[in-house]
């Protein structure tokens, strides 16, 4: 690091609680706009850094821009494939382990990770997960870009990821259970019924809109129907 000093904004040796507390600590120093990590043994692909920025500015509501890119895995002898992003905005798939996110690709304003809080230090393997559900939850939107890889994860003995195996995994598995069950305890009534609308009619988004107006067809509830289509 005191190598490459003098190209660094700040950094810092000392104890911490784990890697999610350092994480959040370094988020903390941070002047930036856009957030987004990775670890030692990832690598950012050139021009990331450049179609990033050409993303964020033609956003329009930059407070909430949040995007995915591409991830190659790969180890010493080999690639494994590119896992591209899926743009699921629907509660329900992350809800039941539908939906995932290679988080090294994934980038988001300043001010959606203030508003979520950050990562919770309550996980130790699928702490970003939480942070996606919770943005979720909240009403912001993904995007994808299933067009360019930024970013390149590497699988060792050594890794988190290796250490536990797969997701499926007493890793990580138990902390999915606990999101999801989490989360549907968090969800209010409109989420909970777009959720419900999700799983009975997941191709027909136009007929799952139309039950969720009707079951809202009220006096006064129109404010409500309209924030439930902020929250697709």
Same mark, same amino acid.
């Given at each position: 690091?005191?190598?490459?000093?003098?190209?660094?904004?700040?950094?810092?040796?000392?104890?911490?609680?784990?890697?999610?507390?350092?994480?959040?600590?370094?988020?903390?120093?941070?002047?930036?706009? /856009?957030?987004?990590? /990775?670890?030692?043994?990832?690598?950012?692909?050139?021009?990331?850094?450049?179609?990033?920025?050409?993303?964020?500015?033609?956003?329009?509501?930059?407070?909430?821009?949040?995007?995915?890119?591409?991830?190659?895995?790969?180890?010493?002898?080999?690639?494994?494939?590119?896992?591209?992003?899926?743009?699921?905005?629907?509660?329900?798939?992350?809800?039941?382990?539908?939906?995932?996110?290679?988080?090294?690709?994934?980038?988001?304003?300043?001010?959606?990770?203030?508003?979520?809080?950050?990562?919770?230090?309550?996980?130790?393997?699928?702490?970003?997960?939480?942070?996606?559900?919770?943005?979720?939850?909240?009403?912001?939107?993904?995007?994808?870009?299933?067009?360019?890889?930024?970013?390149?994860?590497?699988?060792?003995?050594?890794?988190?990821?290796?250490?536990?195996?797969?997701?499926?995994?007493?890793?990580?598995?138990?902390?999915?259970?606990?999101?999801?069950?989490?989360?549907?305890?968090?969800?209010?009534?409109?989420?909970?019924?777009?959720?419900?609308?999700?799983?009975?009619?997941?191709?027909?988004?136009?007929?799952?809109?139309?039950?969720?107006?009707?079951?809202?067809?009220?006096?006064?509830?129109?404010?409500?129907?309209?924030?439930?289509?902020?929250?697709?």
């Amino acid at each position: 690091i005191k190598r490459y000093e003098k190209w660094l904004a700040y950094w810092v040796s000392e104890r911490d609680r784990g890697q999610v507390h350092a994480i959040n600590k370094g988020f903390s120093v941070s002047s930036g706009t /856009i957030f987004g990590f /990775i670890n030692s043994d990832d690598v950012y692909n050139p021009e990331t850094f450049e179609r990033l920025a050409e993303a964020y500015l033609k956003f329009k509501r930059k407070k909430r821009f949040w995007i995915a890119f591409g991830v190659e895995d790969f180890n010493k002898n080999r690639s494994y494939g590119i896992v591209w992003p899926k743009e699921n905005n629907c509660l329900a798939d992350w809800i039941d382990y539908r939906a995932y996110l290679h988080q090294p690709g994934v980038f988001w304003s300043r001010e959606i990770f203030k508003d979520v809080g950050g990562f919770d230090e309550e996980y130790n393997y699928a702490f970003d997960r939480k942070f996606f559900v919770t943005a979720l939850m909240k009403g912001y939107k993904l995007n994808t870009r299933r067009y360019f890889v930024s970013t390149r994860f590497r699988h060792h003995d050594e890794s988190k990821t290796e250490v536990v195996g797969s997701v499926n995994n007493l890793g990580f598995a138990p902390e999915f259970i606990k999101i999801s069950e989490w989360a549907k305890k968090e969800l209010n009534l409109i989420q909970q019924m777009r959720a419900c609308f999700d799983r009975v009619f997941p191709r027909d988004e136009e007929l799952g809109q139309k039950l969720l107006k009707d079951s809202l067809n009220n006096d006064g509830r129109n404010k409500i129907y309209k924030l439930s289509l902020l929250l697709k």
